[in-house]
């Protein structure tokens, strides 16, 4: 039994059959081989075959894989994509993202130091009170404290960081007027510590008599 194609048009690039729409169709395709198997693409039969869509496929996606193909290629395209990356708005993306991880951490480590030190009802006079940690240690958990102020802080200076980039990337070909990229860290990481001294200073002058 010789071999046989099955074979099925591509669909044009609005979804439809080329052949309804009247244009110039291809067709993608399937060899059956003689044992009645379907052969995968280097011709050895198998269970499930292997389809054929080159024919569907488009001179710019056929350039694309080929290029991709291409050792020497390929490389360049990833130096592309690595160059793409390192822009303002990824560093921005990057800087919020610390802020994050650092807020995150400092909370959950005080959480934690909380949960042993207090125990499970978070009773301060229970007997694990003689356990020491952070929340028992006077000036370790006022910088505990401190520092998760500023990092929350940091956090929301970025949040504001990245709607300024976006105001300022679209409304700077109507103005022609560019921010300096120092800013950006200078709101997100320099202007957070004088807002965290504030808020350590009121804090202390409420509440630090009272403990």
Same mark, same amino acid.
């Given at each position: 039994m010789d071999s046989t194609s099955h074979m099925k048009m591509c669909l044009s690039h609005d979804g439809d059959l080329a052949e309804e729409n009247n244009t110039k169709f291809e067709t993608a395709f399937r060899i059956c081989g003689e044992h009645g198997r379907w052969l995968d693409g280097q011709g050895i039969p198998s269970s499930n075959g292997w389809t054929n869509y080159t024919p569907c496929l488009t001179p710019e996606i056929l350039e694309i894989m080929r290029r991709l193909g291409s050792k020497d290629d390929a490389?360049?395209?990833?130096?592309?994509l690595s160059r793409t990356l390192k822009n303002s708005r990824t560093r921005?993306?990057?800087h919020l993202f610390v802020a994050l991880v650092i807020q995150v951490t400092i909370r959950l480590t005080v959480y934690t130091d909380q949960l042993i030190t207090r125990g499970i009802n978070g009773n301060k006079n229970a007997p694990t009170q003689s356990r020491r940690g952070i929340d028992n240690t006077p000036y370790l958990c006022e910088a505990s404290y401190i520092s998760l102020e500023y990092a929350r802080t940091a956090m929301f200076m970025w949040m504001f960081v990245e709607g300024l980039f976006? $105001? $300022?990337?679209? +409304?700077? +070909?109507?103005? =022609?007027? =560019?921010?300096?990229p120092i800013i950006y860290p200078i709101i997100g990481w320099v202007v957070p510590i004088p807002l965290t001294i504030v808020w350590a200073v009121v804090t202390y002058l409420q509440y630090g008599h009272s403990t």
């Open positions: 490389q360049h395209l990833i130096l592309e921005i993306h990057r976006l $105001n $300022n990337f679209v +409304t700077v +070909t109507v103005f =022609k007027e =560019k921010l300096s």
